[in-house]
Each structure stands twice: as C-alpha cells, then as structure tokens.
DNA sequence: CTGTTAGCGCTTTCAC
DNA sequence: GTGAAAGCGCTAACAG
C-alpha cells in the first residue's frame, strides 16, 4: 500500500536507480531530474523501507540501547547521553526496555539483532544468558559496547565505575562515624558476585573486622530472593525487615539512591529520624540525592562520561568494522559524596 | 556473514521453506526433520533477518513508543505499561527519545515509519511538524495511539487526562487558600494554547478575577522562550526569576512535579520556607510527590491507566486492522491532591 | 509433510 | 548522468 521507490520513479519518469540516488544523495543526478524526483517523492508521501534498504545494503544506522531499569535515572542518563552523541553522527537511538525479567532482557536484544542494528549498546545486569546473547551479536560482527559490566574473555569494550570501592568507601564512612551494624539494602548476599557494591560493603566490613551478619543483608522483600534492580519500594519494604530485628542496625547503605529514599521513608514511617538515628547512604547520586532533606550522603559515578565513552567506542568501531583495535575496558572512579543523611553514632540513643 | 536460512537448510538437507517453518513455527513439520533443522540453527547461530521477513510478509512485531522527556518519570511509567501489555501479546516495544527538539521527534518517527513498526504510541507534546509526520503514517494505515495529546480532523485514537482542568482545580486550591498573586512555571504564556494545565491555571485566574499577570508566567530562563519539556532545572531558574519580582508571588504552580521539585529548591536557597512563605503545587503525582518533605500536593493522573488503555486501543487496530472501529478520544479525569506544600496565605507573614 | 517458485523494495555494479 | 539487471534473505502460494 504505501508508495514504493518504483511508484516514485514512474511518477517521475526515470527508474528507481535513480530515485535512490535522490533519496539516499548519493551519486550524481541531474538537478532538474532532482527537482522532478523530489517532487514525486513528496506528491506521493514516500517513505523507503528500511527492511529493504537495510537487507540489500547491509547497512543499517540504527544504535540498540539496551537498559534494565526505566525507572533509574541513572540508567535514562546514560541512554540519553549515547543518544545524543549518536545523533551527532547521524544514527537513531532506540531503548529496549528490558523490566525485570531475564527473558524479556534476551528477547530486546534479539530484536536488534534480528533487525540486524549497526550496534548495541548493552546496560543490564549481567547474567550467563545475556552474556551468551551479546556472543551471538559479536559472532556476527555486530559491535557491542557494555555499560556497567564486562564480559571475560570476549573481546568486548566496556566502560563502568569502580563500584566495588564506591560501596567499600560507602561502608568504611559508615564504620569511620562509629557504626558497627551496619545493612545493606538491595540485594541478597547471594547476588554478591553480580552487584559489586555489595562486594565492597562486604570487603569493608571484613577489613573492619565486623561481623558478617547475613540478616542484615536484605533484598527487599522476604518472599523474593532478592530483585534484579531495587527500588524505592525495595528500600521501603527492605527497611521494615530490618525494623524488625532484635538489635537494629544504625547505619543502612543501600544499593542505590532509589532504594535509599525507601529506606529513609520507611524509616521515617516508624519513627525513626535520619541521620540522628539511622545514617542512610545511597549510591550513583541522582539530581536529587542532592536536593532531598536531608541531603543524601551516597557515591557518585561519572555517568556522562560513561555514555560518551560508550557511544564513542560503539561509533568507532561501527564506521571502522576492520581496525584492529583492543578491545578497551574503562573503570572510572567513584567518589564519596558526604552529605548529611549520614552522623556519627550516638551511642544509648534511645529517646 | 552471518548464516542464512539458506545456510541453515543446506546444514539440515532440506529447504529455506521448511527452515521458516520451523523457525515461525508455521505450517506442519515432522518430527524428525524439526529436530534435524533445530540443531543446525543452534549450530550454526542463525538469527533470522528481520528486514528480509518484514520486507516480505509486511508484518512486523515491533511497536514503537515516542516520548519526548525521558526524565520524566511520567513519560516512563507510559512507555512501561503500553512494553508491558504489548509483551503479553507478543510485540516488542522500542523507546524512541525525542530530547528537546522537534527535529530530532520527527526523526525519531519516520524511522519507526521506515522500519515499518507495527503501530506507535505517540506522548509527545503536539506541533504542527510531528502532526503532518503522524499523518503520513496513518495515510500509510500504520496504527497510531496519541498519549497525552490528540489530533483534530484526522481519525486517530487518543487517550489522555484532562490536564485542563487540573491545572484549574490546581489553581482554584490556591485561590480558595486566600492566594492572589499566583505564578506558573514551566512554560510561557504564549504557549498556553500547547500546554492545557497552563490553560486551566488561566481559568481559574480569570474566574476569581485576578490580574492575569505575564511576569508571573515563567518559562524557567529569561532568555528562552520557554522549554518544550520542564524539569528540575527549569524550576529552580524560574522560582530564582519570580523571586527578583518586586511584588512576590505568593504561591506557584508548577507544570510537571519536577518542576516543583526544582522551585522548591530554589524557595529554600533563598531562605523561603514551604508552605509557611510560598505554597507549591506539581502535577502529575509521581511517587516522589507523596514522599517528600513536606509531600508535594500535586495533581494526579491515572498514568496506568493511559498506558493501558493506549496500548489495548494500538493492538486492537495491528490485530485487527480492517474492522472499522470510529476513533476514541478518551480523557480522563485528573484529581487534585492536597499534601503538605500548600498552605493558607499568611497576611503580613514576613518573619 | 516438503520442495519449487516468485517476488517483497531496495542498492549497486556495469553499460550506455 | 542515467538505466538495466541481479539479488539481499525471507515468505507464501502452489504443487506434489
């Protein structure tokens, strides 16, 4: 039904070669042939299939952006970043939403690759079956970029922060202040292996020589074994499992600033005040972490500076398929950001 | 370079015709020669080209959502809901942002044109440029569901809230707490046709016979005309721009809750309490409103709901695309919220 | 149940 | 400068 290039070309008199060569500036047509054709093209409404194009020039300019969590602002960050540098070059950034299921994760980045995108960039939490979905991609010499995660072995760029210290630096300002109980909201301990962060709160707590409570590492829920990506409500539900604990802790890192506003309001539902009570800090300091009363202590990561190196990294080697270049993996810092959702412990604090 | 069904066919010993077969699940196959076939598309990696099987069935399974803030939570609680229900259905659905600028919101759509989406939800703010670019897709007899917006004359189904009358009921609250100088910021005055809440703000200044002054109509920067989207930022630099005002206002009513959020910020920087010296509403009610201190009051719009029925209205018209259903315009009602940012308007309430 | 066949709409040599 | 022709990878009759 709509217009196809040869219809175009019948209109204008000439052939679809030629159109193409309108539509596409490429090669050289007459400028009254030009005329003609444009006005044809814009009588008729066309608009080129790209299945077509794509199928027959192999060539596609479109970029796959593959995010977790819609919800986080963080990750909208980076998405926007990559799209706007994409844009720069003349590539369209599409986000596939991949919510909170593995399945649906595969299933977006499937569809890239079965439009066959010029190249993806990939910002989820890794897992073995993604990981064996972005090889399929690079079997097929589709550049992929990972954001916030690495893949051993693969010759895969990445770029990501140091999460592993920003949580360890989290915990060790919490220990510095003179907390000793100290929780993470998030995450199980059995996730430690994907989510760095707890790995730094663990490592902290070791060097420190506390105890490692496994009741105060909460994933949010009692039911669930922990979410893929925490929320607000992860936070909120989080911080009233640990409510309910014989000895209370004082001081909760939570796996990110999301979580952490939960975990200030459920706190604040029974009665608790922060930081005079329960020090809270939080991580990848959104807009807001500053903003918030009190003022969120929490990690901050360059996420902008993660997006313009994944777009960079993703542009280059998708307009230079055959340079060998090494595959790259970038590890920014984080830095702690102390603000004043976090106070030294006040020992017999009670009332 | 990576392997076609051609491929895969010639591994198995059969033909391209039983390969889609077995790969659409289509048609009968037997046992034996599904098998056969299965393992050689697990061997050889194949991923089915898209663009062949569109460009030849004219059916695609990707919908397209269309937003133009990313940020805004509002916007991704839509584009969330209308992935979730198209998922159940078997469609995948791909974010396109549009950023700040029109140019790069019709960019966004003609690629889901050229791709030939299956259907698109559309929530952005209308112009004139995206609506000829929406047409053309309908002239196509590609399904299109505007979110948030509607589309005179043309026969396209809409779905949104009555953002007019919030922005009334919004104002109205302030007025009836005793308010006579009242601000808006997000948008300027002449974009009062675009953005209803600035309509309904209007409305109720009008119809309590107030002044209905320009200044206290502010884009957020005295050099733009006014954003296409408001956020925090645009909050915090409009809030700074009412204050420099030599008869301050009183209270102010924010385009989105972001914008509150940054007007807010702004009120404090400058020693100005909420609601004791200036009372704040938002609008949208997205779950930070209710959280923070003091909680926004904010007006509310069933944003599931929208998506929801966004999304039903999409799929009903890809399934069934012959049956002549009359377009829908559905509004829905928006409630106001009445929290802790507003108060009664203290007379002579300096210090 | 499986193979043959004819394109889908476009790009791209290669001639003229 | 422009056209003719071949074919990208797949689907969908139609035979058999």
Redesign the pocket.
């Known amino acids: ?9 019948r209109r204008a ?9 309108v ?2 500036a ?9 005329a003609t054709v444009e006005a044809a093209v814009r009588e008729l409404g ?14 596609s300019t479109t970029i796959g952006v593959v995010v977790g969590d819609l919800l986080s602002p963080y990750a909208i960050e980076l998405a926007d970043t990559v799209r706007a540098m994409a844009a720069q070059r003349g590539y369209t950034t599409l986000i596939g939403s991949a919510s909170e299921d593995v399945a649906s994760e595969l299933s977006v980045i499937e569809v890239f690759h079965r439009q066959r995108a010029a190249g993806l960039v990939v910002a989820t939490l890794p897992t073995e079956e993604s990981d064996r979905e972005i090889e399929r991609l690079t079997a097929h010499r589709t550049p992929v970029v990972l954001l916030g995660r690495s893949l051993e072995g693969a010759a895969i760029d990445s770029v990501s922060a140091d999460f592993r210290r920003g949580g360890y630096l989290a915990t060790r300002h919490l220990i510095e202040l003179g907390h000793r109980r100290i929780a993470f909201v998030g995450a199980s301990i059995e996730e430690a292996d994907r989510i760095t962060r707890l790995r730094g709160y663990l490592d902290a707590v070791a060097e420190a020589n506390l105890p490692a409570r496994a009741d105060l590492v909460v994933g949010g829920g009692e039911s669930t074994p922990g979410p893929r990506y925490s929320t607000q409500a992860t936070g909120y539900t989080g911080a009233q499992q640990l409510l309910r604990l014989a000895s209370r802790p004082t001081a909760i890192f939570a796996r990110n600033d999301q979580t952490a506003f939960g975990v200030i309001q459920a706190l604040r539902d029974q009665g608790c005040r922060v930081p005079e009570d329960v020090s809270v800090v939080g991580f990848d300091d959104i807009a807001l972490a500053r903003q918030a009363v009190p003022a969120l202590t929490t990690v901050s990561q360059p996420t902008t500076e993660q997006g313009r190196l994944a777009a960079e990294f993703l542009l280059g080697r998708i307009e230079r398929p055959d340079e060998p270049v090494e595959p790259r993996r970038i590890v920014l810092e984080c830095r702690l950001m102390v603000r004043g959702s976090t106070a030294r412990l006040r020992r017999r604090a009670r009332r």
């Open positions: 039904m709509p217009p196809t290039l040869t219809d175009v070309a008199g000439t052939t679809g070669a030629t159109v193409s060569r539509v596409n490429s090669g050289y047509v007459s400028a009254r042939l030009r066309y608009v080129p299939n790209a299945n077509a194009s794509v199928l027959k020039s192999r060539r």
